[in-house]
Structures are given as structure tokens and as C-alpha cells.
């Protein structure tokens, strides 16, 4: 298996190929329509992707190569129980206002992609409500701040609490497509 992926080299590949998103904003996107109830293996992700971000044409083989990586390690970090997901971003040392733009980007993705697969939110819970209401106001939020220690560690807790989110919109309308999937029939 591939060692973890990192914001620049997605955002790298995505850009030789004249993909317009970032890494964050992809990742974002992925996440979304897991989280919003498309199934771990639904392999038509690729051609809804291509037509949310390259215009409807298929991705080239390296662009599909990673983008598939990513779709991959973004299902093992959304099944694992210790809340292990990683949102892609510029690394720590990067300027926070990078940061800041790349996990905009994130959220703006995600919102997207869980739109794709959930536009019923009947069925959601009030959390999950709540946790997409503070998801849109982070999407609309401006680029952060100075780089002081409080901007660092406002910046810190708005990422924390969009894992936590994300995962909890997982655990609810994703896991249980996967819990169907995997469990045996019961025998009475």
C-alpha cells in the first residue's frame, strides 16, 4: 500500500492535468458523498467526480491512479474506530492562511458531494443537521487570520470539529450502507 497521501502531491497531480481543485476541496468532495450514503463500493465515484470537476471528460490514467489512492485511504481512515480521519491539508509549517483556503476548500467539497447522494434530511438526525448548518457557515467563512497562536489554535479546533462532523455524518448515513453490505443474513 501507497504511504499516506499528502496535500501537495494530490494537488500537484490534480493541477498538471488541468483539474481546477485542490487536494482538500477533492478529499472534501469524496467524503461528502461517502458520508452522504454512497456505498464503499460504488465504483461509479470516478465518472461523478469527472463531472463535478473536470467538465464531464474521464481523468487520465495518473489522475485516476491517485484519485483512486485517495478514495481508498479515505475509506480505511472513515472505518476505523479510533476517528482516524486525516483531512487533507497543507502541511503544519505551512502559511495559515493556506490552511485556512485549503480547509474552505474541504468543507465547500464536502457539502458538494454530500449533496450529490443526500438531498433527504428527514432522516437525519439533529446533529447531523446542526453539523451541516456549521458546515455551510465554514464554507462561507473568509480566509483566517494572523499567525499568532490563537488564530493557530482557532484553526485547530474548526478542523477538529469538522473530523468529528464528518465522522458522525459517516457513522450515521454511510456505515449503515456498509453494515448491510457486510453483515450475514441471520439465521432464526
Not at 482538500?24 to 465504483?43: F, H, K, P
Amino acid at each position: 500500500m501507497d504511504k499516506q497521501l499528502t496535500f501537495d502531491k494530490v494537488t500537484n497531480v490534480l493541477s498538471q492535468h488541468d483539474v481546477v481543485v485542490d487536494g482538500a476541496e477533492v478529499q472534501g468532495i469524496l467524503c461528502g458523498m461517502l458520508c452522504g450514503g454512497m456505498s464503499l463500493t460504488d465504483q461509479n465515484w470516478t465518472s461523478a467526480l469527472a463531472d463535478t470537476i473536470n467538465q464531464g471528460k474521464s481523468f487520465n490514467d495518473q489522475t485516476t491512479h491517485i484519485l483512486t489512492q485517495l478514495f481508498n485511504q479515505l475509506c480505511q481512515q472513515l472505518l476505523e474506530p479510533e476517528f482516524a480521519l486525516q483531512l487533507l491539508m497543507p502541511e503544519d509549517d505551512a502559511p495559515i492562511n493556506d490552511r485556512g483556503a485549503a480547509l474552505i476548500n474541504w468543507v465547500q467539497g464536502f457539502m458538494m458531494g454530500f449533496g450529490l447522494h443526500q438531498q433527504d434530511l428527514t432522516k437525519c438526525s439533529e446533529d447531523v443537521k446542526e453539523a451541516l448548518e456549521d458546515f455551510s457557515d465554514i464554507a462561507r467563512m473568509e480566509e483566517p487570520m494572523d499567525d499568532d497562536e490563537e488564530s493557530e489554535k482557532a484553526l485547530f479546533e474548526v478542523v477538529e470539529y469538522v473530523k468529528i462532523s464528518a465522522i458522525l455524518c459517516f457513522s450515521e448515513l454511510g456505515r449503515s450502507l456498509l453494515d448491510d453490505q457486510q453483515e450475514p443474513p441471520t439465521v432464526h
